[in-house]
């Protein structure tokens, strides 16, 4: 005899249908062996709920405290050390960079502060003439370009969201239900 999805259904913690538990009836009245295993598992609930609860043993929630406590305290200063690891690489990269810099200006502060005022001021124009090519490129294309590719864009912006979403959604259920069901 098929006992596929009835053996499953027994052995589920989830809620069946009208229908399967109509057929999951109809099934235990004709198979003896899946009978005896739903009556095997009533009688393993019965146990399972007569027996008493456990109590923890002395003290154990103030060691699980402590515990927690601890060990909340050891990450939280691993993650200092991290942080001030971190911050010491970064000073010691700028000061490696600072130094090779003022050793190849001649040792000079103020051709290094002219050199670097000098390089801030070439950026800022040359961010400053890229927006007014953009002004003017954009000025110049008729309303309906412009429009279309607002919405160009509105629409690729969308179907990337879209696209996460369906992403996130198939990853979640893969990771609850797994791949083959």
């Given amino acids: 005899m098929n006992h596929k999805p009835y053996d499953a259904w027994l052995l589920s913690s989830e809620r069946l249908d ?14 003896p062996e899946c009978r005896g295993l739903s009556g095997s598992l009533r ?3 019965s146990i399972f709920q007569a027996a008493p609860m456990a109590a923890p043993a002395p003290g154990f929630s103030a060691r699980w405290s402590a515990l927690r406590t601890q060990e909340d305290l050891r990450r939280k200063r691993a993650a200092g050390w991290r942080l001030l690891a971190g911050a010491l690489v970064a000073t010691g990269v700028t000061t490696l960079l600072v130094g090779s810099v003022f050793f190849l200006t001649g040792g ?11 390089e801030t001021v070439r950026w800022i124009l040359w961010v400053r ?6 002004q ?3 000025r110049s294309l008729p309303l309906v370009t412009v429009s279309g590719v607002f919405l160009s864009l509105t629409a690729l912006v969308t179907a990337t969201g879209l696209t996460a979403v369906a992403w996130s ?5 893969f990771s609850v239900r797994g791949v083959l069901k």
Avoid: N
């Fill in 43 to 45: 009688e393993v609930e």
């Fill in 18 to 31: 009208p229908q399967q538990e109509q057929d999951l009836a109809s099934h235990l009245r004709d198979c």
């Fill in 129 to 134: 003439t890229l927006g007014e090519i953009g």
């Fill in 108 to 118: 000079s502060l103020s051709l290094l502060f002219a050199d670097g005022l000098q």
């Fill in 169 to 173: 959604i198939s990853i979640r259920r």
């Fill in 136 to 138: 003017t490129i954009f």
